[in-house]
C-alpha cells in the first residue's frame, strides 16, 4: 500500500507519514514507512496505490452484544430498559433470531470501519461463524449469568433469583469455547470469559470463573457498576457495592475488562486503575439507556487503559466507531465543561492503539508497526464530510475523522491480511440478503411478543399507538 | 409518490401513514392519505413507486455560516475557539475562498437531507446562486456587525472596537439582499435580518437593523447569549447581560430568531419564551466550542419554538441533521441525568415541522400536508443502520431514524417539487468538482495563514508539530 496519508497511531500521538507506505506480508505488517523508502527496499507482488485515501489502523469495538440486534429500537427513551424495554422482547429471541440479527450488527460495524468485534453473548459459539465467513477478528465471551430459565420478566427493584447450577454450566460452555476457538483460525479467534455481572451470580461461581480464566491466561469480560439496578442488587445481597465486592474477592486485576463503570465513583475509579483493571467505555448506549457519562476522564487521569464499545443495538442504537468516538469526546466535554477534555487523537487512540491494548491485544493490532496484523481501513478524502483537507503547517484530518466522519467513507478494509471489503462492498456477504433474513426473524419475534401481550409494559407501544412513533 | 413508510410529521406526534402516498402539483403537496384511497381518488402523470422507503418531509437546517466552511476542523479542542482558532484563517478568506467552501457544505448537508438552509453570512448574496443551482429552500440574512476591518486578531477579554458606519453598510446589504431575493425563485427564497449579536453592534444601528424588519415583516436572525465572551462585552460596555438589554429596548419579540443561548439562565429563557421569540438549538458546535448544552428543554418547557442548526463548520465539524438530532437527544439527557428527556420524536419534530415554525416557514415546508411545498426525502429502510424495521404494535423507526441513520442513507429528494437528488447523487452539481475546488481554494487560505506567521497562536498547530494531529 503506497501514496497513503497514513495514521500509524504508532507512538504518542497518532503517528503521520504524509507520503506513507506499508508492506504486508501474509496475515502481518512487514514494514511501514515513507513511499519513496518503501519502494527503494521492498519488492511487492502486488501494490495498492492509496492515493486520495486516508489510511489508518481497522477500528476496535471492544464491547458488543451482536445477539440481540434483533431489537433495535425498541428501549430508548423511557426508564428502566432493560425490565419493561428488552425482556419483553427478549423472551422470545430464539437462537436463530439471534444469529440473524448477529449478522446485520456485524456487517454494520464492518461498513464503518471495525475490524476486531469484542463480541459478548448467551450461546457466543453460533455467532463465531459470521466471523469465520466475514473475515473479521473477534474476541468473545460468553455471558455467564445464573439467572433461572422461564423466571417471567424481571421487576425493577426486585432482588434476582439466582442459582449457579446455571451459571455452572454457562461457565463450562465458556469453557469449551475457549477450547475451540482460541487462537482459531490463525489467531484471528480468542476467547475471554464473561461473568455478565458481579449481580448476576454468586461469589463462589465467580471465583471459579476467574480461576478458569486465569489458569488459560485468559481475561474476564464483566460489567460492572453499569447502572444502578446493579448497586441496588449488590447492596441488598452483599451490604457492599460492586468494586469493593469485587476488590474484597480479589478479582480486580490486569486481568479484568470492565465494562462501563456508570456508577462507579472517583475512589473506586482510582482504585480500579491502581489494580490494573482497563476499562470498555460505551458512550452512546449509556448516554441513552440511562443519560449519564461514565468516569472515563478520570479513570484516564489515574493512568488507567481505555477502549470504546457499541455495546447493543437495543440502546445506542448502532454500531459505528465514528459515532462513539464523536460522543465520548462530547459527552466529556459537556460533563467537564471544558472543550479540551478528550481532544480528536486521544478517542482515535481509544478506537485503536489504546483500546487495543486495554482489551489485551496490544501486541496484534491497533496501529500500523511491523509484526502486527495487518487490520488496514482507507478512507476516502476526497468525501465531503472531510473538506478540505489541510496538510501544510496545521493537519485538520483528525478532528475532522472524529468530528465529522460518518463512517460509509471507509470504502476498503483488509482483516488478517486479507482484503473483505473494496469499493464499499463487503466481499463475503450479500448485506440485502442479511438485513431481510434478520427482517424475518424480527417480524417473528414481534408478533410473539405482541400476541402474547408483552407489549403492554413498554412505554413505546404507547407512543406508536398515541402516533408519536 | 406511493406505498411509502409516510412519516408526514402532520398532527402532535409524526403522523405516520403506514402505506401512504403524496400527490404533487408543481410545487406544491396536492393531497396526503393511503396508497390504496390515493389512487382511487387521483389520476397521476408520473408515478413514484417508494415501496422499501420511509418517506419524510426534508429537513431543516435553522442556522448555518456555509461562507466559513473551508475552515473545518481548525478549531477544536481548545479554548478561545473564536479568537485562537477562527481568526488565524479567517483574515486570509476572500470571496472566491467563502464560495467554494460553501458549495461543499451546501452538498454535504443535502446528501444527508436537508432542504431548507437556514443561512446567515457575510456577503450573504454571493452564496445564493448556489441554492439556485443545487434547487435547494434557503431563508437567508446578512452578517451584520460593527467590527472594523483590518483591526488583527480579537484577543480574549478585550473590549471590541465597534463602528456603525461599518454595520450600517451592512445593514444596507441585507436590505439589498431583501429586494433581491425575498420570495425569489416562486418562493423558494426568503430573507431575514441577521445582527450578528447584541455585543456586535451598537444600540441604534440594531434598532435600525429591527426598523428595517418590522416594516418588511421580516425576522430577525441573531446570536443570543452565544457564550461568555458575549456576555462579557455586553457587562462592560452597557452593564447588562444580553437578553436584559435586548428587552429593555423592545426587541424581543416574535420575529426574533434567537440563535443559541449558551448563557441563558432560567428566567432569561422564561422570559424569552413568553416574548414569543423562537430558538435555534445547535447542539453540535456549542458541544465542540464550548463543552456545553444551552437551555433547550427549559426554553420549550416555557412553551417556546425551537428549530436545530449545525451552525458552521469549524466548530461541530460536520452540517448533518441526523447529527444534529442524536446529539440534541442525547447530550439533553446526559444534561439531565434522565433518558426520557428530549425523545426520539421530538428531535424529529425540531427538524421538520418544529423547526419550520420556529423559522418562521410553519405555512410553507415541514409537514407533508395539502398545500405545503413539496420538499420531501426518501430513506432506505433496507439500510442495516435501520434493521430490523418493527411495524406492528410497536414501531421502532423513528428511534432508529434519529439514533442510528448516518445520513447517506437518504437517496432521493425533491424540493418546490422537483427532484434534486436520486439514487444518492445530486443531479445539480459534480460533489467532487466541488471539493477539488474548494481544496484548491482551503490550500491558498493556509499557505498565507502560515506564511504571515498567523497560526502561531493556535494550539492546533502545535498539535500538529507535537504528532497529535
Request: contains cysteine; charged residues 20%; proline residues 5%.
Amino acid at each position: 500500500m503506497v501514496h497513503a496519508r497514513l495514521f500509524t497511531m504508532d507512538g504518542p500521538g497518532v503517528g503521520f507519514i504524509p507520503d506513507g507506505a506499508v508492506a504486508i506480508s501474509g496475515s502481518r505488517i512487514a514494514a511501514v514507512g515513507r513511499t519513496a523508502d518503501m519502494r527503494r527496499d521492498y519488492d511487492a507482488a502486488e501494490i495498492v496505490d492509496c492515493r486520495g485515501d486516508i489510511v489508518l489502523p481497522g477500528l476496535i469495538d471492544a464491547h458488543m452484544h451482536t445477539g440481540i440486534a434483533l431489537l433495535r429500537g425498541i428501549a430508548q427513551d423511557m426508564d428502566h430498559w432493560m425490565q419493561l424495554g428488552i425482556w419483553p422482547f427478549r423472551r422470545h429471541l430464539t437462537s436463530e433470531m439471534a444469529v440473524a440479527g448477529s449478522l446485520v450488527n456485524i456487517i454494520e460495524a464492518m461498513q464503518a470501519g471495525t475490524t476486531t468485534f469484542g463480541d459478548y453473548n448467551s450461546n457466543m459459539k453460533q455467532l463465531l461463524p459470521h466471523y469465520q465467513r466475514l473475515g473479521a477478528r473477534a474476541r468473545v465471551a460468553e455471558m455467564i449469568h445464573s439467572l433461572p430459565p422461564q423466571q417471567g420478566a424481571l421487576q425493577p427493584g426486585q432482588l434476582y433469583p439466582l442459582d449457579d447450577t446455571v451459571g455452572s454450566a454457562l461457565l463450562e460452555k465458556n469453557i469449551q469455547l475457549y477450547e475451540r476457538w482460541q487462537g482459531a483460525d490463525d489467531g484471528r479467534f480468542s476467547v475471554l470469559f464473561g461473568p455478565q455481572g458481579p449481580d448476576l451470580l454468586g461469589p463462589e461461581l465467580l471465583q471459579d470463573v476467574y480461576a478458569a480464566a486465569r489458569q488459560r491466561q485468559a481475561m474476564v469480560h464483566m460489567h460492572v457498576a453499569q447502572g444502578d439496578r446493579e448497586i441496588l442488587q449488590m447492596q441488598l445481597r452483599y451490604g457492599k457495592r460492586s468494586i469493593a465486592y469485587l476488590d474484597s474477592h480479589g478479582l480486580l486485576g490486569p486481568e479484568l475488562l470492565a465494562v462501563h463503570l456508570t456508577e462507579a465513583n472517583t475512589n473506586e475509579v482510582k482504585l480500579l486503575a491502581k489494580r490494573g483493571v482497563s476499562l470498555v467505555y460505551c458512550p452512546g448506549s449509556i448516554g441513552i439507556i440511562d443519560g449519564l457519562v461514565p468516569p472515563v476522564t478520570e479513570f484516564l487521569g489515574y493512568g488507567g487503559k481505555a477502549a470504546l464499545g457499541s455495546d447493543q443495538l437495543p440502546g445506542n442504537n448502532c454500531s459505528n466507531m465514528w459515532n462513539e468516538m464523536k460522543l465520548a469526546a462530547l459527552f466529556n466535554k459537556i460533563k467537564h465543561s471544558d472543550p479540551k477534555v478528550l481532544p480528536a487523537w486521544k478517542v482515535l487512540r481509544m478506537a485503536t492503539v489504546d483500546g487495543a491494548a486495554a482489551l489485551g491485544l496490544g501486541g496484534e493490532v491497533g496501529s500500523l508497526v511491523p509484526g502486527k496484523y495487518a487490520d488496514i481501513i482507507r478512507v476516502d478524502a476526497q468525501a465531503t464530510a472531510l473538506s478540505p483537507i489541510l496538510d501544510e503547517s496545521l493537519r485538520n484530518i483528525v478532528p475532522n475523522l472524529v468530528y465529522s466522519l460518518r463512517g460509509h467513507e471507509v470504502h476498503w478494509m483488509m482483516i488478517h491480511g486479507s482484503v473483505v471489503m473494496a469499493e464499499r462492498r463487503l466481499l463475503h456477504v450479500d448485506a440485502a440478503a442479511a438485513v431481510a433474513a434478520a427482517q424475518k426473524k424480527a417480524e417473528e419475534m414481534a408478533s410473539k411478543a405482541h400476541q402474547e401481550g408483552d407489549l403492554d409494559a413498554s412505554p413505546l407501544k404507547r407512543w406508536t399507538e398515541q402516533g408519536f412513533l
